[in-house]
């Protein structure tokens, strides 16, 4: 029988899961690669940089997840291979500054509206888009979502349906952005029926191991 990452790998194929590796140390992210794992993400700067200099040996492919903090950038923004929350011009023109080559975007939004979430709210995302339309490090594939921790598998639905909407109306103007980064442990299965891209899944592949 199959174990529980291979069926959640088989669950979510055709499309990528970032393992959100906070929780993760190095040992139990070779683990992971090795049952065919390949794309982790991280969401402090401090320990992504720790993990990737004791994983150079491996082939990872490295995302960063978390909230990024403009002053951070410089130390970190060409060893991702893309960027999951970006929400502000600040940082924006910070990866336009430091970045070598077109860094791979999501533009966090934040659907729900709370108050002490990041991201753009749904009718600031095409101005944004279009301010910076002209930045050749900035390649934006996708829009990132989280839904509200409590809510009801119905609750979340609507959020994520919120976000596929604005994408389709974003694919109006922008037809190359095509991904949805959406999902986590509680509510995956959730997303992949509303059409997610990217998984980012962390506690359901650390508990309980086989
Ligand atoms: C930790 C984290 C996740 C994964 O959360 P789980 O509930 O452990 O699956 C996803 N996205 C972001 C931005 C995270 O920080």
């Not at 990872?60 to 923004?77: A, R, Y």
Request: charged content about 25%; some cysteine.
């Amino acid at each position: 029988m199959k174990n529980k990452l291979q069926s959640i790998l088989a669950e979510c194929s055709g499309r990528t899961i970032v393992v959100a590796s906070k929780y993760a140390d190095p040992s139990t992210i070779k683990a992971l690669y090795a049952q065919g794992f390949h794309t982790f993400g991280e969401n402090r700067v401090d320990s992504f940089l720790e993990k990737y200099d004791m994983l150079r040996d491996y082939a990872i492919h490295w995302h960063f997840i978390g909230t990024l903090q403009s002053k951070k950038v410089v130390k970190m923004i060409n060893k991702i291979e893309c960027l999951h929350a970006l929400d502000n011009i600040k940082l924006a023109r910070y990866i336009e500054h430091y970045r070598r080559d077109p860094l791979n975007c999501f533009i966090q939004v934040n659907i729900t509206q709370e108050e002490t979430k990041h991201g753009l709210r749904v009718e600031e995302v095409l101005p944004f888009l279009k301010e910076i339309a002209s930045f050749k490090k900035i390649n934006i594939i996708g829009l990132m979502t989280m839904a509200r921790a409590h809510d009801t598998e119905e609750q979340i639905r609507h959020v994520f349906l919120a976000l596929k909407e604005l994408l389709n109306r974003v694919q109006l103007e922008y037809p190359m952005i095509q991904s949805l980064s959406m999902g986590m442990s509680d509510d995956y299965e959730i997303a992949l029926e509303c059409g997610a891209t990217h998984l980012r899944l962390g506690r359901i592949l650390f508990e309980e191991k086989e």
